[in-house]
């Protein structure tokens, strides 16, 4: 079993105030709704995230505010997560509750979804703070990962422009 660190339990103003946070758009050839039923399903995740293995609801459905899950990703990093937004069709947020690694001080993903004459466009936010040598690094680290975020959007526009199989 993995060893989980607890995060701080951060609330969507943490996009205001974070040490780090990143911000990146793109625009998506589904109706808002379908862009977010993609987001809600715990199996497009992988497709589209490529750091991300598995991701996995830890409560029953229907999921909202408050639902939590689990998400695997490479390197062996775990995050126990919960819903802070759960709007279908415009805006999903959640937070790391804990971290696999000790480095994550607090952690927040919001994905706001407008609609556009073509389908919608998606601003995906990431906010984010690190502790120990890895806080020490965020400087050089935070472009690279930038990077790693935009190329995941596109990632997902290409998945959704080809359609999402069941």
Same mark, same amino acid.
């Given at each position: 079993? *993995?060893?989980?660190?607890?995060?701080? @339990?951060?609330?969507?103003?943490?996009?205001? *105030?974070?040490?780090?946070?990143?911000?990146?758009?793109?625009?998506?050839?589904?109706?808002?709704?379908?862009?977010?039923?993609?987001? /809600?399903?715990?199996?497009?995740?992988?497709?589209?995230? !490529?750091?991300? *293995?598995?991701?996995?609801?830890?409560? @029953?459905? @229907?999921?909202?505010?408050?639902?939590? %899950?689990?998400?695997?990703? %490479?390197?062996?990093?775990?995050?126990?997560?919960?819903?802070?937004?759960?709007?279908?069709?415009?805006?999903?947020?959640?937070?790391?509750?804990?971290?696999?690694? !000790?480095?994550? !001080?607090?952690?927040?993903?919001?994905?706001?979804?407008?609609?556009?004459?073509?389908?919608?466009? +998606?601003?995906?936010?990431?906010?984010?703070?690190?502790?120990? @040598?890895?806080?020490?690094? #965020?400087?050089?680290?935070?472009?690279?990962?930038?990077? #790693? =975020?935009?190329? =995941? +959007?596109?990632?997902?526009?290409? +998945?959704?422009? /080809?359609?999402?199989?069941?």
């Amino acid at each position: 079993m *993995t060893t989980l660190h607890p995060c701080r @339990p951060v609330e969507l103003d943490y996009l205001d *105030t974070a040490p780090a946070v990143f911000s990146n758009s793109v625009d998506i050839a589904l109706s808002p709704e379908e862009l977010f039923e993609v987001l /809600a399903r715990a199996d497009t995740w992988p497709r589209w995230a !490529s750091v991300i *293995t598995d991701v996995e609801y830890t409560s @029953p459905e @229907p999921h909202g505010v408050g639902t939590t %899950r689990v998400v695997t990703m %490479r390197g062996g990093i775990v995050g126990d997560e919960e819903f802070l937004a759960w709007e279908p069709g415009r805006h999903l947020a959640f937070r790391f509750n804990a971290s696999s690694t !000790s480095a994550l !001080s607090a952690f927040l993903e919001d994905y706001r979804i407008e609609p556009t004459a073509t389908g919608c466009r +998606l601003t995906w936010t990431l906010a984010q703070e690190l502790a120990g @040598p890895s806080k020490v690094f #965020a400087p050089l680290t935070g472009p690279l990962c930038d990077l #790693a =975020f935009r190329r =995941f +959007l596109k990632n997902l526009q290409r +998945l959704t422009s /080809a359609g999402v199989p069941a």
